[in-house]
């Protein structure tokens, strides 16, 4: 499609797909773009040309309301929000804080972390120790030899996601009732670790997945039962008709277009496995040279064994979401975003543009 390709200009560009692609797009998506207009008073003028640039793009603010009406996700795109004020003393150099921390109990996990009833898996640069506050029954902790998280290498992400395998298998073991994996990893305090050393965690549920999780295999059922199509192989497509999507092998990537925050990215694979994990190291390279180095990620995938739940055509799923600056220590989510949609800064059109270069 021709034109420029940005959040703004979603609704035009919806427009101009092919029909089928446009219906589908509906299907999956209302868009709607409104106008956020303000008067000020001229002793303001001064001040918001040095905050925000020209005077006319605060007094007409153009907003985009993006809701996904199969899973009711929403967000609120407004780029001005990026230059507002930020009020609040700044962390630190976040290096130097990283630095500082060295020498903490994950530098030494065999002596200063407990071990799990059976035992701890050595992965080939990580270990697994036993959560000494858990989420859940069985929740274990993936930690990188690496202390310094932004050093991580992209073999030690994927060998992360395969250590955490091994442990949940070996849970298993001792639980066969526990069949609902979950693998997260929270990069530096902005994302809620309360611990910088470079770690991720699982854990392994017995009675249902997690409710968010089973909310979106709901949702992909209905779905199915309605249009009488794949959910995810529908979302990726819409994604891909405006511009948002890329294929790394058998791995499909998107940005989302409503996302839980800032510049968030999905992968999507038939199953888990290293080919998904190393799109998912492809991705956090890419968060990196856009100095995203905070962030959420979590690995969703169907039960270990058959349930009485029909997973049928969901796919082994990565969501990963930038938390912010971790200098900044101002939470980057409010109210808003815990009780009504998300209010986004970034334009995934740009995220997916800086995705898609990486080891292009």
């Known amino acids: 499609m021709p034109g420029e390709r940005t959040i703004t200009a979603l609704p035009r560009l919806v427009a101009g797909l092919a029909r089928e692609d446009r219906e589908l797009f509906g299907r999956i998506f209302q868009v709607n773009a409104v106008t956020g207009r303000l008067h000020l008073p001229p002793e303001m003028r001064e001040w918001v040309e040095k905050k925000f640039g020209p005077v006319d793009r605060v007094k007409n603010q153009e907003i985009i309301k993006v809701t996904n009406l199969v899973t009711l996700e929403g967000a609120l795109f407004n780029r001005l929000r990026a230059a507002r004020p930020v009020e609040g003393a700044p962390a630190g150099p976040v290096r130097e804080e990283i630095a500082r921390a060295q020498g903490g109990p994950f530098?030494?996990?065999?002596?200063?972390?407990?071990?799990?009833?059976?035992?701890?898996?050595?992965?080939?640069?990580?270990?697994?120790a036993s959560n000494i506050a858990k989420y859940d029954g069985h929740h274990g902790v993936i930690i990188f030899d690496e202390h310094n998280p932004l050093a991580v290498s992209g073999d030690a992400v994927v060998d992360a996601f395969i250590t955490a395998r091994r442990w949940a298998d070996l849970v298993r073991e001792q639980d066969p009732a526990a069949k609902y994996y979950f693998f997260l990893w929270n990069c530096l305090w902005k994302s809620g670790a309360s611990i910088i050393h470079g770690h991720a965690q699982a854990t392994v549920a017995r009675e249902m997945h997690y409710p968010k999780v089973e909310a979106l295999r709901r949702a992909m059922v209905a779905y199915r039962e309605k249009y009488g199509s794949g959910y995810f192989e529908d979302l990726y497509r819409v994604h891909d008709a405006v511009g948002l999507a890329w294929r790394w092998g058998e791995v499909k990537g998107f940005a989302y277009l409503t996302p839980v925050k800032e510049r968030e990215v999905f992968l999507l694979a038939g199953e888990p496995g290293p080919e998904l994990y190393r799109a998912a190291a492809r991705v956090i390279e890419g968060y990196r040279a856009i100095a995203s180095w905070s962030f959420n990620l979590a690995l969703l995938v169907p039960p270990l064994e058959k349930t009485a739940e029909d997973w049928g055509g969901f796919p082994a799923i990565i969501r990963i979401v930038d938390r912010g600056d971790p200098a900044v220590r101002n939470s980057d989510i409010g109210a808003m975003e815990l009780y009504a949609a998300s209010v986004i800064t970034s334009d995934p059109f740009w995220v997916a543009e800086k995705i898609k270069q990486v080891g292009a």
């Not at 200063?112 to 080939?124: E, H, L, N, Q, S």
């Open 107 to 128: 530098c030494r996990p065999e002596e200063k972390t407990p071990a799990d009833p059976f035992g701890r898996v050595r992965g080939r640069y990580c270990l697994t």
